[in-house]
């Protein structure tokens, strides 16, 4: 199939790679290289058939879910290059929350509409996988409805070090406690040389495979990310994406892929200048370009592409619904790790300003759960819409609190052993 004026004034050897991925073909690592140098007109004509191809492969409605993030402490063994969030065991601004606290922050956000919490946060000394364990059931025991998303790859490996426990114990443990599904985090971009330079001692890109593909062996589905921008090479991105492809066609299990800008400002490898080829995260084109992409790559696959406006700021991602994408990610109420980076997009949107956004963009809104089944559709105009009760939060500081406020209350300082609490 041919989108024909498209493709005038493209270089005949991108036509050839585009005219492939509309007839189904498979994008190989080198042509998607290639297309990652698409300026003018070539990078206009990838973004109309990756919104070509997202039309065909999952149609007009954008979904977005209605969601809390709770970090229930920033304190990390680890010390990653690009992390804003965490602080040491010391510090003055390291904080715990106890599980009663994040059951209530589970029951506030149930109250305001929310059908997930999703639980990540620093690998803090004194916990293992029994904490994580009775986390989640004393989450479900408060708030069965409630969709548990919770664990990245990372936590995962902590829980089982901590407690001498292999992969695949620590997921069926979460699963019976109530999980229902994983954050694919911690990947950044799974090449062992970038994750040497940017986050050294973090887990391997063998290791969250291994954590990823059992949590798919045990019935738990995981999203799957990229966060890019940084060091990586545009090479080591499609790898990426061709791992993520080939996962998805031996397990089935990912729900959607998440393309995350490298947000510099207040990132220590940015202010200790620990990296000379370091770049100040993606530009504007460059984001477009990896979402047009990832669609031809992963489309027929990993069918939902997600925006971050939390990362890319709400303009920005309103305009990725036309270049692939076809999510608009969560509410969020309590954006942390990113704010602590610098990113000035705020810690929360509510579902009338996605809704706003998404119909601006000539599609349908569309409320899903964790695992894309739709819950309300709004097909007719903003004045039919049901009000939902976040939309009237006027401010998400003073309602739901900040990771600011959080780090200075005395209440939820972090002191060793934590195991207890």
Not at 317 to 326: I, K, M, V
Request: glycine share 8%; aromatic share 6%; with cysteine.
């Amino acid at each position: 199939m041919s989108l024909g004026a498209v493709f005038v004034g493209v270089p005949a050897e991108t036509t050839r790679m585009l005219e492939g991925a509309l007839e189904g073909h498979d994008l190989r690592v080198d042509d998607a290289v290639t297309l990652c140098g698409a300026r003018g007109a070539s990078l206009h004509a990838l973004v109309a058939v990756a919104d070509h191809l997202r039309r065909e492969q999952v149609g007009d409605q954008v979904a977005y879910v209605v969601n809390r993030n709770v970090n229930f402490t920033n304190v990390c063994a680890k010390a990653c290059r690009f992390c804003a969030f965490s602080r040491t065991k010391r510090s003055e601004e390291g904080y715990f929350l106890p599980i009663e606290e994040i059951v209530r922050r589970a029951l506030e956000a149930q109250a305001f509409g929310a059908t997930e919490i999703c639980v990540q946060a620093g690998l803090a000394p004194g916990i293992d996988a029994r904490f994580y364990v009775e986390m989640v059931r004393a989450i479900k025991a408060a708030a069965p409805a409630m969709h548990v998303h919770a664990l990245s790859p990372e936590e995962v490996k902590f829980a089982a070090q901590a407690s001498g426990w292999s992969f695949r114990r620590v997921l069926e443990a979460m699963k019976d406690a109530g999980l229902g599904s994983l954050p694919g985090t911690s990947a950044e971009v799974l090449d062992d040389r970038v994750r040497a330079r940017i986050a050294p001692g973090r887990i391997t890109t063998a290791e969250w495979i291994d954590v990823v593909t059992t949590a798919h062996a045990v019935g738990l589905r995981t999203t799957s990310t990229i966060m890019y921008g940084h060091v990586e090479t545009d090479v080591e991105r499609m790898r990426h994406l061709e791992l993520l492809r080939s996962i998805q066609r031996a397990t089935g299990g990912f729900t959607e892929f998440v393309p995350l800008s490298f947000v510099h400002e207040e990132a220590p490898m940015t202010l200790r200048q620990q990296l000379p080829e370091l770049r100040p995260g993606p530009t504007g084109d460059d984001v477009i370009r990896l979402y047009a992409i990832a669609r031809l790559m992963l489309g027929s696959t990993i069918r939902n592409l997600q925006v971050s406006w939390v990362k890319d700021g709400m303009r920005q991602a309103q305009w990725l619904l036309s270049c692939g994408a076809n999510d608009f990610g969560g509410t969020l109420i309590n954006e942390s790790i990113s704010t602590a980076a610098g990113a000035a997009h705020g810690q929360l949107q509510t579902p009338v300003a996605l809704r706003r956004a998404i119909r601006d963009a000539g599609r349908v809104p569309v409320e899903r759960s964790t695992r894309y089944d739709v819950l309300r559709a709004f097909p007719g105009e903003p004045e039919a819409d049901e009000v939902h009760p976040l939309d009237g939060v006027e401010d998400p500081d003073k309602t739901f609190g900040s990771y600011e406020r959080l780090t200075r209350d005395e209440r939820f300082r972090f002191r060793l052993p934590v195991a207890a609490t």
